[in-house]
């Protein structure tokens, strides 16, 4: 069953996001307006359209994403 | 950010509105700390140093979240990385500070450039000295792959149309692309390197790469909807 969950997920990365998506530039542009957003519990697919399927599909500015995301709420717990 | 291309596919087109929000008055915190940086003398000196400080906090944060992943780099090393890291986004952040518009916090708009630095950074020192595969017979990982004995007859269809769709629908450059990113797990940054290009304009080859791979699977009445 493993093998089978390994190639649905190479499947996935294969086909990417289905939505409409942000580029790598603009995910970079928005990325802290986003967090910031998530942190406060706004909805930020909405406001920011796009970056959440971006993240979906590249796994560079999903892993600077989750940093930002950690980083700033660490920062604001302290 | 070099990322070369910018966004692969604007969002909502119809409305034709950048996704950029327009600039938004600065909470204090922000206000002081352009104020700062903008200013002369001491002042902009001491604002310059503490955003030094600030930056390699991230950098040091981003290498501590991967130091499990890098066990054959020394501390002294990773020390070197996340100090480059904070050099290098002070740069960009004082050469882009016009670009601050005040969506964010200052520091979390700060905080993005060293993360993204050490990032890349520690993405390429651990696939230093390892090849990146590229040649074809790299995609037989997946182009041999079965889907098990106790497999459903959709996914099994699904997964020889895809390796149909690779082989006859993209181009020699998408599937390079494609297999090292997406099957092969290369970095995109590391790939980027390797082929002289930016993150921004590969991903926007695996982008049209995709779109068409899910154009063809839809166009023989596959569904490629579900989430996966």
Same mark, same amino acid.
């Given at each position: 069953?493993?093998?089978?969950?390994?190639?649905?997920?190479?499947?996935?990365?294969?086909?990417?996001?289905?939505?409409?998506?942000?580029?790598?530039?603009?995910?970079?542009?928005?990325?802290?307006?986003?967090?910031?957003?998530?942190?406060?519990?706004?909805?930020?697919?909405?406001?920011?359209?796009?970056?959440?399927?971006?993240?979906?599909?590249?796994?560079a500015c999903r892993e600077e994403h989750?940093?930002?995301?950690?980083?700033?709420?660490?920062?604001?717990?302290? | 950010?070099?990322?070369?291309?910018?966004?692969?596919?604007?969002?909502?087109?119809?409305?034709?509105?950048?996704?950029?929000? @327009? +600039?938004?008055?600065?909470? +204090?915190?922000?206000?002081?700390?352009?104020?700062?940086?903008?200013?002369?003398?001491?002042?902009?000196?001491?604002?310059?140093?503490?955003?030094?400080?600030?930056?390699?906090?991230?950098?040091?944060?981003?290498?501590?979240?991967?130091?499990?992943?890098? +066990?054959?780099?020394?501390?002294?090393?990773?020390?070197?990385?996340?100090? =480059?890291?904070?050099?290098?986004?002070?740069?960009?952040?004082?050469?882009?500070?016009?670009?601050?518009?005040?969506?964010?916090?200052?520091?979390?708009?700060?905080?993005?450039?060293?993360?993204?630095?050490?990032?890349?950074?520690?993405?390429?020192?651990?696939?230093?000295?390892?090849?990146?595969?590229?040649? +074809?017979?790299?995609?037989?990982?997946?182009?041999?792959?079965?889907?098990?004995?106790?497999?459903?007859?959709?996914?099994?269809?699904?997964?020889?149309?895809?390796?149909?769709?690779?082989?006859?629908?993209?181009? @020699?450059?998408?599937?390079?692309?494609?297999?090292?990113?997406?099957?092969?797990?290369? @970095?995109?940054?590391?790939?980027?390197?390797?082929?002289?290009?930016?993150?921004?304009?590969?991903?926007?080859?695996?982008?049209?790469?995709?779109?068409?791979?899910?154009?063809?699977?839809?166009? =023989?009445?596959?569904?490629?909807?579900?989430?996966?």
């Amino acid at each position: 069953m493993s093998d089978n969950h390994d190639l649905d997920r190479t499947i996935g990365r294969v086909l990417g996001p289905a939505e409409e998506e942000l580029g790598c530039e603009a995910c970079f542009e928005l990325l802290d307006r986003y967090v910031e957003l998530e942190l406060v519990g706004e909805d930020a697919d909405a406001a920011v359209p796009g970056l959440r399927a971006h993240l979906e599909g590249c796994p560079a500015c999903r892993e600077e994403h989750d940093s930002l995301y950690a980083l700033v709420r660490g920062d604001r717990a302290r | 950010m070099s990322t070369g291309a910018a966004s692969v596919r604007v969002v909502e087109p119809a409305s034709a509105v950048s996704p950029i929000p @327009p +600039p938004a008055p600065l909470d +204090p915190d922000s206000r002081e700390w352009v104020a700062a940086l903008r200013g002369e003398g001491s002042k902009r000196d001491e604002a310059i140093a503490r955003l030094h400080a600030l930056l390699l906090r991230a950098s040091r944060f981003e290498v501590a979240r991967r130091r499990p992943t890098l +066990p054959h780099l020394r501390g002294g090393d990773l020390d070197d990385i996340a100090a =480059q890291a904070a050099g290098d986004a002070l740069v960009s952040v004082l050469r882009r500070l016009d670009d601050f518009r005040g969506a964010s916090r200052f520091t979390t708009w700060a905080y993005k450039f060293a993360l993204y630095e050490a990032a890349v950074k520690l993405r390429k020192r651990a696939w230093q000295g390892r090849e990146v595969p590229l040649e +074809p017979e790299s995609w037989s990982v997946f182009s041999s792959a079965s889907a098990g004995p106790e497999a459903e007859a959709e996914r099994s269809e699904l997964l020889a149309a895809l390796r149909s769709a690779i082989d006859e629908t993209l181009t @020699p450059h998408q599937r390079r692309v494609l297999v090292a990113l997406a099957v092969n797990g290369v @970095p995109i940054d590391v790939l980027a390197e390797r082929l002289g290009t930016s993150r921004g304009a590969l991903y926007k080859t695996l982008h049209d790469a995709r779109r068409k791979l899910r154009d063809e699977l839809s166009r =023989q009445g596959l569904d490629v909807t579900e989430e996966r």
